[in-house]
């Protein structure tokens, strides 16, 4: 063979052995928002995902717009009945046993994460809920809105994912729907029996966006309490918790071994270049080397 060939081989090998560390795959992503009259929304986040590696986390970013928007009651649960556990501890990649724990982590930047370990390797079906007061914004003009990115798609990438959306107790009608906007154009939207979805064409690319952008008649939500709204349907405890206050930002940092990952998933073509290309100086200063020791 070869001696460039087989250097190719070696670099793909080398690539292959990379990417059978993370075979991690989120094959189905659904989502469902209800929207109640006074703006604020429950979310049902069903993630179908196989992972390979023991106690290794997944988190979902989240993206409040708002400074009075706020996330409460968040849960995790597993199809087998599993339950999880809200940590509150200050550093959650130090902790050593996250198999069933969850927790929320304010960035400095104003994203909320949504974390939970994943525990034993397979695929499982995990059910993450909460709730975001209020959702539903006014414009200026009087028109209501929804704008938010529900999920952005990381390593893995979500192979599909579906985002419905309802209002309850009286569902929408098409009179109720001005305008439905949103993802790049890798989504079908549609709007069917009180139920507007967003579906995706194909396999989510990085850091590709669910962010359904709505607009709304006056009068579909009752917002006249708007610049009040963050209390209603909350409960004291609830307003009373860490994540109702502005607070200081909790310690999350990936490791370097995760960004480099991540890195590697989102630059397999540059990867493999780089391997080819260090492999390649590693040949001959090895050659050179024994060279001169001969």
């Known amino acids: ?7 190719v081989v070696l670099a793909l090998l080398f690539v292959q052995h990379f990417t059978a560390w993370s075979a991690d795959e989120l094959h189905d992503l659904d989502i469902t928002v209800t929207l109640y009259s006074d703006g604020h929304a429950a979310i ?9 590696e023991e106690s290794s986390t997944y988190y979902c970013t989240i993206k409040p717009h708002s400074t009075i928007m706020r996330l409460v009651r968040f849960g995790v649960s597993e199809k087998t009945g599993r339950k999880f556990t809200e940590n509150d501890s200050e550093d959650w990649s130090q902790l050593e046993d996250r198999e069933n ?4 982590i304010n960035y400095e930047n104003g994203n909320i994460a949504l974390v939970w370990g994943l525990g034993k390797p ?11 007061v209020p959702l539903v914004k006014m414009r200026s003009d009087g028109l209501e809105r929804l704008n938010y990115s529900f999920y952005i798609a990381g390593n893995p990438l979500a192979q599909h ?3 419905r959306i309802k209002k309850t107790p009286d569902p929408f009608t098409q009179d109720d729907i001005l305008q439905m906007n949103g993802n790049d154009g890798n989504c079908n939207v549609s709007f069917d029996n009180g139920v507007i979805t967003y579906e995706t064409l194909h396999a989510m690319a990085s850091r590709q966006a669910l962010h359904p952008q709505i607009v709304f008649a006056k009068g579909t939500f009752d917002l006249s309490d708007y610049n009040l709204n ?3 349907n909350v409960t004291p405890e609830e307003m009373n918790s860490p994540m109702m206050k502005d ?4 310690k999350y940092q990936d490791s370097w071994w995760d960004k480099f990952c991540d890195f590697f998933a989102e630059h397999a073509l540059l990867c493999v270049i780089i391997a080819y290309v260090v492999l390649t ?5 090895l050659k050179k080397t024994l060279i001169r020791l001969i």
């Open 1 to 7: 063979m070869h001696r460039k060939h087989l250097w």
């Open 44 to 52: 049902s986040e069903v993630y179908d995902y196989t992972h390979d």
């Open 101 to 104: 724990q969850c927790a929320l």
């Open 122 to 132: 397979g695929r499982h079906e995990y059910t993450v809920s909460y709730d975001l």
């Open 161 to 163: 994912a579906r985002l």
């Open 230 to 232: 963050m209390s209603v």
């Open 247 to 250: 607070t200081k930002p909790r």
């Open 281 to 285: 100086l590693i040949y001959y200063i």
